[in-house]
């Protein structure tokens, strides 16, 4: 049978490209191969799961996390069993709910693939695709920086967002000798940072809080400033605290006005109810919502209440939030609602100019600064190579939202027409602007069900008996 199923390629083996995999391969022994297209040592633990700080944890619990939808705390069973809580007594807190090392994470998705991997069902190469063009009569052909060509009848993009941007201001203050950290992630990427250094933080959510954690960590003891426009910070997981509450999609809001309006209703209804109900209500509920809303309207949503979701969507671990209470406490952080107007090296450092929030600039001078702005959506497109040639011939377009790549709700990549690629995917975090939630689990886990499913069902041949399989996609590659 597998001579008329195409064969499937999937560029990205972070989170999102792993569990495309693992569904595609789960009890399905007449696919091909899947090939995964990851130059990182092990599938699964892309940007969110390979940091190796073992102060980046997950900021639910575990019980919440899962490769599938259909086992929800299958990390936690995983965990558990593997032991790897006995070495990190801090991650679990007396209630019981467990916060372990991101890495920790990562580890268990590569753990459920090792079988398909050893068994030949999903091939892992470790490359970095430089090209994928059309091939004549249909499929495609990938292009490798190892100077190898493979043809494809499926291609699958799960990568990551871009790096984070620094501001305009500090944009030509790169080549510092590592005091002005734009990716954070990157190996080392600290190590410049001196334990008395005075410290600017460009943004103040989830991201800015690991900085801290890492930081502190290290020894640092001197001064942090953080800022962005309106200073929110990430708020606190409450791990007890896993129901929602409130219906939002039933006659959903068709404005940005009307969405905001029925969720400060519903907080205000009952001010004894933790406000996390309330939001776990929202993004369970976030495809209705995004759904109903007319493309102005979603870019008027995330224009003006971005800052606010992300800051109590995407919540700090209780363990990370203790190092900034700390910090705060002691005067050793400080988080401003400011812009950055001007910035200049002074001597090592550099000299910024702030303008705080209805206020009066101020210059105010650092010895580092590292950027925490999340990732630079406008550069998606052109942060890499096959994604700039595909988009080049008209193969895809970057969503109206401006937060991805435009998709279909099946997860077809539209071309710059809006017609749907039937043999060209997206999935994952980049595919966010038609769906309006997908920066975390589980609804990550559930886009790659989805994706999983849509192709199964498109080149799975049903046979009736006696018949022939016709399969409708570009097969024989």
Known sequence: ?????????????????????????????????????????????????????????????????????????????????????????????????????????????????????????????????????????????????????????????ATSHPAPAPPVALAGLAGDGGRLVVDPWAVGALEAIGTEDRVLIVGTGLSMADVVASLDAAGHRGEIVA????????????????????????????????????????????????????????????????????????????????????????????????????????????????????AARDGDGFAVTLRRRGGEQEVASFDAVVTTTGPDHARILSSQPFLAGLARRGLLRADPVGLGVDTDREGHALSADGVAEASLFVAGPLSRGTFGELMGLPEVTANAEMIAATILRAVVPVTPPGERAVVGLPSGV
């Open 227 to 342: 800022l962005s426009r309106r200073g929110q910070v990430s708020q606190a997981d409450l791990s007890d605290v896993t129901d929602a509450w409130g219906d939002f999609s039933t006659d959903p809001e068709t404005t940005a006005r009307g969405v905001l309006g029925r969720v400060r209703r519903a907080l205000g209804e009952d001010p004894a109810r933790p406000w996390q109900t309330v939001f776990n209500a929202v993004r369970r509920q976030a495809g209705a919502i995004w759904a109903a809303l007319p493309v102005v309207e979603r870019r008027r949503l995330v224009r003006h209440a971005r800052p606010f979701w992300d800051t109590r969507r995407f919540r700090i671990a209780p363990q990370v939030e203790q190092v900034l209470r700390r910090r705060i406490a002691e005067g050793t952080l400080h988080v401003l609602a400011a812009r950055i107007d001007a």
């Open 1 to 157: 049978m597998t001579d008329s199923v195409p064969r499937i390629a999937i560029i990205g083996g972070g989170f999102s490209g792993a569990a495309i995999a693992w569904h595609l391969t789960n009890g399905d022994a007449s696919l091909p191969p899947v090939t995964v297209f990851e130059p990182r040592e092990a599938l699964g633990q892309g940007v969110a799961y390979g940091a190796r700080d073992p102060r980046h944890r997950i900021n639910v619990p575990a019980a919440r996390m899962s490769l599938t939808t259909a086992v929800l705390d299958d990390f936690d069973g995983w965990l558990r069993a593997d032991g790897a809580l006995e070495a990190d007594p801090d991650a679990v807190l007396p209630n019981g709910a467990a916060y372990p090392a991101r890495s920790v994470f990562g580890r268990y998705v590569a753990a459920r693939l090792a079988p398909r991997l050893a068994s030949g069902q999903v091939v892992h190469r470790r490359v970095r695709v430089t090209e994928v063009t059309p091939r004549p009569g249909g499929g495609w052909w990938i292009a490798t920086d190892d100077g190898e060509r493979t043809e494809a009848g499926i291609v699958v993009i």
